[in-house]
T-cell receptor
C-alpha cells in the first residue's frame, strides 16, 4: 500500500493563510483522489473537499467554499491545501487521505497541526 | 447533506465483551458506509467499507452490517488495543459526512 506524508505544524495569526502539503508514495498518484479532513481539538472529523489526482478537478464542502483551494503537482506526487482568512476556529489537525474510487478513505497522512492565535 | 448519527457517544466494556456501535443515516445510503478507528494522537484507520467488507489486515473480530439507513459495527471479543474512537462515514453523496464518533474504553 502507499503512504501520505504531510508538512509540519504551523502557527498563524488571524486573517492569515496557510498551505499544507501531502506527498504521496507507493501507488499511482494519478489514479486516486485526495481528500482533506480536519479535526478540531476534542472534536470529530469534518470533510473539507477533494481533488482528483487525474485531472485536478475539485469539490469543496459548502462551509469552506471561497476560503479553501486544493491543488496538485503531479510531477512531485504532492497535493496542497490552502486555507485563507484564518480564525481561531480553524485551529485543528488537518489530514489528507487517499480516496478510493467509491469514496471512502483507505489511508491517511499523519496530520498537520494548525494553530491560529494572535 | 446526509446527517450521520452514531450511538452511543461512549461506552465502557470489559476485555472479551461483544461491543456494538450503531450509525444511522438521515436518508438511504445503499451500504456506502465506512468505519474508521482512531487512537489518540493518530490518524483514523479504515476498518470496513461497503458496510460489511473488512479492509486488508483488520482483525476478524470486527464486523459490520446494515442497509439503507441503519448500520452496525460489532467487535466480537474486545481487546485492550481496541480502545479508540470509532467513526462511521457515508460516501453515497457529497459532501462526505461522518458520525460524531463513539469512544470505546475498558471497564
Amino acid at each position: 500500500q502507499g503512504q501520505l506524508v504531510q508538512s509540519g505544524p504551523e502557527a498563524k495569526k488571524p486573517g492569515a493563510s496557510v498551505k499544507v502539503s501531502c506527498k504521496a508514495s507507493g501507488y499511482m498518484f494519478t489514479s486516486y483522489g485526495i481528500s482533506w479532513v480536519r479535526q478540531a481539538p476534542g472534536q470529530g472529523l469534518e470533510w473539507m473537499g477533494w481533488i482528483s489526482g487525474y485531472n485536478g478537478n475539485t469539490k469543496y464542502a459548502q462551509s469552506f467554499q471561497g476560503r479553501v483551494t486544493m491543488t496538485l503537482d503531479t510531477s512531485a506526487s504532492t497535493t496542497y491545501m490552502e486555507l485563507k482568512s484564518l480564525t481561531s476556529d480553524d485551529s485543528a489537525v488537518y489530514f489528507c487521505a487517499r480516496m478510493a474510487l467509491p469514496g471512502y478513505f483507505d489511508f491517511w497522512g499523519q496530520g498537520t497541526v494548525i494553530i491560529v492565535s494572535s | 447533506d446526509i446527517q450521520m448519527t452514531q450511538s452511543p457517544s461512549s461506552l465502557s466494556a470489559s476485555v472479551g465483551d461483544r461491543v456494538t456501535i450503531t450509525c444511522r443515516a438521515s436518508q438511504g445510503i445503499r451500504s456506502s458506509l465506512a468505519w474508521y478507528q482512531q487512537k489518540p494522537g493518530k490518524a483514523p484507520k479504515l476498518l470496513l467499507f461497503a458496510a460489511s467488507r473488512l479492509d486488508s489486515g483488520v482483525p476478524s473480530r470486527f464486523s459490520g452490517s446494515g442497509s439503507e439507513t441503519d448500520y452496525t459495527l460489532t467487535i466480537s471479543g474486545l481487546q485492550p488495543e481496541d480502545v479508540a474512537t470509532y467513526y462511521c462515514q457515508q460516501y453515497s453523496d457529497t459532501p462526505r459526512t461522518f458520525g460524531q464518533g463513539t469512544k470505546v474504553e475498558l471497564k
